[in-house]
């Protein structure tokens, strides 16, 4: 059962962190291992937005799709991302973007998760720490791409 918790400072603002991860329909340009994604249904809740995503994770002869309910609340500069239906047993992901005083802003990443099947979940325990590391860089150099490659200022 993977979980894992991750903090990275970047030269990027905290709000232009939090718009690169809340563009689920843009994952497949750059994010490993996913194949493709599909916004269901968007509704507002106040300042949040609620969004029903489907994404298509490939890994080598693995398909699955899953269905998430992400609550993005930019004010907080929030992501909270809840299994809705799929291969997992279960599935969280958390996003927190934080401003630093000295520019640009600290990410937060937690995720929590659990396949059904005894051999995607042996397969993902093999290589579980070297695919969260590399989803949290595949954001990072996506900011760099979109945003033009910074240095974060040293206290």
Known sequence: MPAAHQTRDVPYGADQMFALVAGIERYPEF???CAG???????????TEIVTADLIIAYKVFREQFTSRVVLDPAERKIDVQYVKGPFRHLSNKWEFEALPQGGSRIH???DFEFRSVTLQ???????AKAFARMMQAFIDRADALY??????AE
């Open 31 to 33: 994010l490993p291992w």
């Open 37 to 47: 994604a599909r916004i269901r249904q968007r509704e507002k809740d106040g300042a």
């Open 109 to 111: 990443f937690f995720i």
């Open 122 to 128: 042996t397969l993902m325990n093999n290589v579980f």
């Open 148 to 153: 033009g490659k910074q240095q974060l200022v």
